[in-house]
C-alpha cells in the first residue's frame, strides 16, 4: 500500500528530517511510529499525501509515484490528520466542516449528505450536527477532525500525535475508534511517543531516530527491549518496566499488557512454590 | 500550618448557565503535595484559577463562598499580591514565555515587581540552578524544545518563591521523556524547598509514588480525596476518566489469585518489592 | 523577502555587535543625515565603504549584501519615478543629467536601508528593548515590540500547520482565479485568528501571574552601560560628521 524507497528529505532550512528511509506498510495494517520529538516521524506522515516530496529516493503510495500526483489527489487515498485539530476549523457548524471536504473533492450532492451522517455517527458526534466545531471539547475536537477524514473513504488513515493533550477516557475511545479502522480493514498509521497507548494497540511498531528508522517489528519485541528504547529516549511501558526488574526470578520480560503480566506472574509464582514443595 | 483553605466554593463563568466548580470545600497543610485528576473539562483549571486569584479578578463570573490562601481572601487581594505567594504553571510552555532570553524570561515577574537589579540576579541564579537549565541562560526561548521551555517557565515562576505553586497540566504538550523530567524538577521543589504543590495531570503513572493526596474531580465536584493508596485501590476510576496506575491494576490481578500485595504497590519499585516480600515471606 | 532577512538578528561576538545600541543607532542616524545631505558621487561611494568595513567587522557581509539586493527593486522603482518626473517637469536640461540625479536618488536609497541593516543585525532585540526603556519609553510599548518579534516565527509555524491540514483536505491553496483563490484564504485565515485569540487569552492570562503591571517603577535585569569603547566610538563618529558638516558648510 505504501512503499518508502531510500527516502531522503531535507527542509529548506539544510535539516536533513530523512535520512536513507526504506520501509513498506502493506493493506490493513496497523502501523505505530515511534521516536523522540525531532526523530522524523511528522516529515514521514508529510510524505504519505505528498505534502512534501522525497529530495532523493521515491515514495509510492498504491503503487503510484507521489511525486506525479497533487496533494488532493493522493488525499483521496491516504487521508491525514494532524496534531493540532483546531487547524482546520473555519466553517459554523460541524456538520458543515465534513462537507466541506466532500464537496471539495467533487462528490455529489446526495453522497456527500450520506458521508456526513456515517462519519458523525461512527465517530459519535451526531448530537453535535448543529454546532460550533469551536464548542466541542477537546477529544471531540480530535474526533470530528477523524470525522472530516473519514468522511471521504481513505483506504489509509494516517495520524500525527493523536494522544496529545488528550485525557484517558477520550484516549480510550481514540484506541477503540483506531481498532476498529484497522478491523474494517484500512490502513492505519499513527505517529506517537505514547508509549502506553502503543502498549495497549499493540501494533506493529515502527521505531526511528535522527531521521532513520532503527527498529521494525511487533510491539511486543519492541517495547520490551530497554536497551533499544533508551537509545532512542523513549521510555519502557510500565508494565514491561516492571516485569524486567523480575527477570531474575524466572518472569517473562517480554509482556506489555497488563492481563498477560497477571497471567504469567500468577503462573510463575505457583511454579516456584510448587518447586519448593517437591 | 494551613495554606489554602476553601469553602464552599461555586463558580460560573460569565456567559455560562452551568456552574465549573460547585460546592468545593478543601484544606491543604502547608507542604503538602496533592495531586489533582479529572478529566477533562472537570473543573481542574477552574479551581487553580480560583485559589490564584485568576478568578474573580481576570475571569469574569458569578463567585460564592470563601477560599484564603496563604492568609489571604483571594477576593479581596490583587493578583500581583497573591502571585508572589501562589505561583502557577499553566499547560502550553510557548504561551508563557515572554522574553528573548532565558535569564530575562526568569526575571521577568520580578523586574514588573520593582525589585531591586541585585536581588533579580540572586532570585534568577537560584531559579535557574534549582530548575537546572543554567546552560540555557542566554538562549532563546524560541529554539528550545518544548520541555526545555516549560522548565524554564516553571523557573520563572520559582523565581517568585512562592509559598504554594500550581502546574495545571504541565506535562500534556510534552514527550514521555521531558514529562519525566518535568516531573521530577516538581518533585525536587517540593522536597528541597518544602513548597506545597497542587499538580493537576492525567499521567499518574509518573506521580503516583510521589505524591501525598491524590483529589478525583467529576463534573465540578470532588468525589474522592485521600492518600494516593486509598483513591487508586477503592474502585476502578477508568469510567471517570481517571487513569489508574498500570501497576496498580497489576497487583489488583494479581491479588485476584493470589493474595501477594498486602500494600497497593504505586511504582515498579515497589511492585518489585512486593513480589520479593512475597517470596521470602512463603521461604520462612 | 530578502530584504527582511537584512534586518534580522543573528547572534555574533564582534566588536561592533558589543557596541552599545544607542551608539549604534546614533552611527545609523549620522549616516542617514549625510546620505540626506549629500548629492556628490564621491561622498555617497564613501559612505558605502564605510559600511562595508563595518559589516566587514562585525563579519555580517553576506547579509548585509543580501538586504542590498533585497533594496534593488525598490531602488529601480524609485529610479523610474524620478526619471518620468524629471522629463516631465522638465527639471533637468540633457538626458544625462536626468538619469545621473535618479541614479543618485535610487542610491541614496539603498545606502539609507543599508546603514540601518547593520544595525538590526549586529542588535539583539533584547538590546532594542533596552534602548526604548532608556529613553524612557513606556513600557508596555517596549514589551509589544519584544512579543512581536519573539511571536512572529511562532505564527509563521502555525500558518504552515495550518496550510498542511487544510491541503490535506483537498483544498488546492494555489489553484484558479483571483477571486477562487481569494475565497480559499479563509480556510487559513479563521484558523489562524481563532488559534491567535486563544493564544493572546493564554498570554495573558501567564502575565497576570507574572505580575504584569503591578508598579510603575519597573525594574530591569540589564541595564545599558556606556563603556570607553562606547565613548570612543562616539567620538570618532560625531568628529567625522562634523568635519563633513564643516566641509560643506564652508568648503563646497
Known amino acids: 500500500m505504501i512503499k518508502f524507497d531510500s527516502v531522503t528529505y531535507v527542509y529548506p532550512t539544510g535539516a536533513r528530517a530523512l535520512s536513507d528511509v526504506s520501509v513498506e506498510v502493506g493493506k490493513g495494517e496497523l502501523v505505530a511510529l515511534m521516536g523522540e520529538n525531532g526523530a522524523g516521524k511528522t516529515t514521514f506522515i508529510k510524505h504519505l499525501n505528498g505534502l512534501l516530496k522525497p529530495t532523493s529516493g521515491r515514495v509510492y503510495v498504491d503503487g503510484k509515484d507521489t511525486r506525479t500526483l497533487s496533494v488532493a489527489q493522493l488525499s483521496r487515498i491516504v487521508g491525514v490528520v494532524f496534531q493540532n485539530a483546531e487547524d482546520m476549523f473555519f466553517l459554523p457548524t460541524v456538520e458543515e466542516e465534513v462537507a466541506f471536504s466532500l464537496r471539495n473533492l467533487g462528490f455529489s450532492e446526495d453522497v456527500v449528505q450520506k458521508r456526513i451522517d456515517w462519519a458523525l455517527k461512527f465517530m459519535e458526534l451526531e448530537v453535535y450536527k448543529k454546532r460550533s466545531p469551536f464548542l466541542l471539547s477537546g477529544g471531540e475536537k480530535k474526533r470530528l477532525a477523524l470525522a472530516i477524514i473519514l468522511a471521504w473513504n481513505p483506504q489509509v488513515i494516517a495520524m500525527d500525535e493523536p494522544t496529545v493533550g488528550q485525557d484517558s477516557m477520550q484516549k480510550e475511545k481514540l484506541k477503540e475508534m483506531i481498532k476498529q479502522l484497522s478491523l474494517q480493514g484500512r490502513t492505519v498509521i499513527i505517529s506517537t511517543h505514547d508509549v502506553e497507548f502503543v502498549a495497549e494497540l499493540r501494533p506493529r511498531v515502527i521505531l526511528m531516530s535522527r531521521g532513520k528508522i532503527v527498529a521494525d517489528g511487533d510491539a511486543d519485541t519492541i517495547l520490551t527491549d530497554g536497551e533499544l528504547l533508551r537509545s532512542c529516549s523513549i521510555l519502557m511501558p510500565q508494565v514491561a518496566a516492571t516485569m524486567s526488574r523480575l527477570t531474575d526470578l524466572g518472569f517473562n520480560a517480554k509482556v506489555i499488557s497488563v492481563e498477560e503480566a497477571v497471567r504469567s506472574i500468577v503462573k510463575r509464582l505457583m511454579e516456584i512454590e510448587h518447586t519448593r514443595r517437591a | 500550618m494551613e495554606i489554602v483553605r476553601v469553602e464552599g466554593l461555586t463558580f460560573t463563568y460569565s456567559g455560562s448557565e452551568v456552574p465549573a466548580v460547585k460546592d468545593i470545600n478543601l484544606t491543604m497543610k502547608e507542604g503538602e503535595f496533592v495531586l489533582l485528576l479529572g478529566p477533562s473539562g472537570c473543573g481542574k483549571s477552574t479551581l487553580c484559577r480560583c485559589l490564584n486569584g485568576l478568578i474573580p479578578h481576570f475571569y469574569a463570573g458569578k463567585m460564592d463562598g470563601k477560599v484564603v490562601v496563604a492568609g489571604m481572601d483571594v477576593t479581596k487581594t490583587p493578583t500581583y499580591v497573591l502571585s508572589q505567594h501562589v505561583g502557577m504553571v499553566f499547560q502550553i510552555p510557548e504561551n508563557q514565555l515572554f522574553s528573548l532570553t532565558v535569564e530575562n524570561d526568569v526575571a521577568f515577574a520580578l523586574e514588573n515587581l520593582g525589585i531591586p537589579r541585585d536581588e533579580i540576579k540572586r532570585r534568577v541564579d537560584f531559579a535557574l540552578r534549582a530548575v537546572g537549565i543554567e546552560e540555557l541562560r542566554g538562549r532563546s526561548p524560541f529554539e528550545l524544545s518544548g520541555g526545555q521551555q516549560q522548565k524554564v517557565a516553571i523557573a520563572s515562576i520559582l523565581a517568585l518563591m512562592p509559598k504554594l505553586m500550581l502546574f495545571d497540566e504541565p506535562t500534556s504538550s510534552l514527550d514521555p521523556v521531558s514529562a519525566k523530567s518535568v516531573v521530577d524538577i516538581i518533585s525536587s521543589i517540593r522536597k528541597e524547598f518544602g513548597t506545597s504543590i497542587i499538580v493537576a495531570e492525567h499521567r499518574v503513572e509518573l506521580l503516583a509514588d510521589k505524591v501525598d493526596r491524590v483529589i478525583v474531580m467529576q463534573e465540578g465536584s470532588i468525589i474522592k480525596d485521600g492518600k494516593p493508596k486509598e483513591v487508586f485501590v477503592s474502585e476502578e476510576f477508568t469510567p471517570y476518566g481517571v487513569p489508574v496506575p498500570k501497576v496498580v491494576s497489576m497487583a489488583k490481578g494479581v491479588n485476584r489469585h493470589l493474595r501477594v500485595f498486602n500494600d497497593m504497590p504505586l511504582s515498579p519499585e515497589e511492585f518489585e518489592q512486593g513480589i520479593r516480600g512475597f517470596l521470602y515471606d512463603k521461604v520462612r | ?252
Open chain 3, 1 to 252: 523577502m530578502s530584504i527582511l532577512e537584512g534586518l534580522k538578528f543573528y547572534a555574533g561576538d564582534t566588536a561592533i555587535h558589543k557596541l552599545d545600541p544607542r551608539v549604534k543607532f546614533l552611527v545609523s542616524m549620522l549616516m542617514l543625515l549625510m546620505v540626506v545631505m549629500y548629492t556628490e558621487a564621491w561622498i555617497l561611494v564613501t559612505l558605502m565603504v564605510v559600511q562595508a568595513a563595518m559589516a566587514y567587522a562585525a563579519k555580517v557581509v553576506r547579509r548585509w549584501l543580501k538586504t542590498i539586493k533585497g533594496s534593488i527593486p525598490l531602488a529601480v522603482l524609485v529610479f523610474g519615478l524620478n526619471a518620468i518626473f524629471f522629463i516631465t517637469t522638465g527639471t533637468h536640461a540633457t538626458l544625462q543629467e536626468v538619469l545621473y540625479h535618479s541614479a543618485t536618488l535610487a542610491y541614496r536609497l539603498v545606502l539609507f536601508l543599508s546603514s540601518f541593516s547593520i544595525f538590526f543585525l549586529t542588535t539583539t532585540p533584547e538590546e532594542i528593548g533596552l534602548t526604548l526603556t532608556s529613553w524612557r519609553i513606556p513600557y508596555p510599548y517596549t514589551f509589544a515590540f519584544i512579543s512581536a518579534i519573539r511571536f512572529t516565527p511562532i505564527i509563521a509555524q502555525e500558518l504552515r500547520d495550518i496550510m498542511d491540514a487544510q491541503r490535506s483536505r483537498g483544498i488546492e491553496l494555489d489553484k484558479g482565479g483571483p477571486l477562487q483563490r481569494a475565497k480559499k484564504l479563509v480556510p487559513i485565515l479563521v484558523p489562524l485568528l481563532a488559534n491567535a485569540l486563544r493564544r493572546a487569552y493564554e498570554l495573558a492570562e501567564a502575565m497576570e501571574v507574572k505580575c504584569f503591571g503591578a508598579t510603575k517603577n519597573r525594574t530591569s535585569l540589564r541595564e545599558l552601560k556606556m563603556r570607553s569603547r562606547d565613548y570612543a566610538a562616539l567620538l570618532v563618529s560625531l568628529t567625522l560628521f562634523s568635519l563633513a558638516m564643516y566641509s560643506r558648510l564652508f568648503l563646497l
